[in-house]
């Protein structure tokens, strides 16, 4: 396992020396155009059936602040869209930047949110996450923009809260009795293209289902996760920002659209 990060020597210029897969033809995340884009009316709707239930635990790894959820059966899943059958829901997390102008990592016609939601969710197809994760087919993330504004979604409240419970790099907290689509946008239109996980081993494992209407949140929610530290408590306390990956080279995949 090498040390890896989001700047100086271990920052994702440097990724490929220990994680060679980063400079891959697959890899996320991209620049979404409106004219590279290409919209396919075959692409059906998505669907999220999550049971609050599975939600277990919210933690800070360093890296990102991340809910987990019981994925032992196909009990919180994602279905439709582009994805052949069920995908089961594992976790989320989140990125973000070190002000409001920038921390998503998928930039849209130029664009660059204040951050970006990642719901990660694995084929059952395969046996187990890290079968799925070596698979092209095996892992389905949905990607939320968040965008600052004066009416923030309240649900986001309920995330926010137990930032103070995980300050530090490995505290982990409770998280009972949450389904995450209740933070979904109204519309349900996304862009997808197959790529990779957008930090190291960075594997070209995942259909990315964009959706185009982000979220909305305060600028104060914003800066609660900028209170996360990159350290354990016993460490000097070092913001956890700017966690985001830049855009990497699209080469000869299609982004397909589901709306005109
Ligand atoms: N950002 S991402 O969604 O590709 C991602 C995962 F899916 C899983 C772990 C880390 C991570 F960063
Ligand atoms: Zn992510």
Known sequence: YYPWGYDGDNGPDHWHKNYPIAKGRHQSPIEINNKEVHYDPSLLPWF?????????????????????????????????????????????????????????????NGV???????????????SNYLDAVRRTDGIAVLAIFLQVGKTPKPE?????????????????????????????????????????????????????IVLREP?????????????????????????LVDNWRPTQPRYFRMVSASFL
């Not at 790894?61 to 069920?86: A, Y």
């Not at 989320?92 to 930039?107: A, I, N, P, R």
């Not at 979220?215 to 913001?239: H, T």
């Open 215 to 239: 979220i909305i949140v305060s600028s104060d929610q914003m800066a609660k996760l900028r209170s996360l530290s990159k350290n354990a408590e016993n460490e000097p306390d070092l913001p």
């Open 48 to 108: 999220a059936s999550y049971d609050p239930g599975s939600a277990k635990t919210i933690l800070n790894n360093g890296k990102t602040c991340r809910v987990v959820f019981d994925d032992s059966f196909d009990r919180s899943v994602l279905r439709g869209g582009p994805l052949p059958g069920v995908f089961r829901l594992r976790q989320l997390h989140f990125h973000w930047g070190s002000s409001d102008d920038h921390g998503s990592e998928h930039v849209v």
């Open 156 to 208: 986001m409240k309920r995330i926010l809260e137990e930032i103070n419970a995980i300050k530090t790099k490995g505290k982990e907290a409770p998280f009972p009795n949450f389904d995450p689509s209740v933070l979904f946008p109204k519309s349900h239109d996304y862009w997808t293209y197959h790529g990779s996980f957008t930090t190291p081993p960075c594997e070209e494992c995942i259909t990315w």
């Open 112 to 126: 660059r949110y204040a951050g970006e939601l990642h719901l990660l969710h694995w084929n059952p197809k395969y």
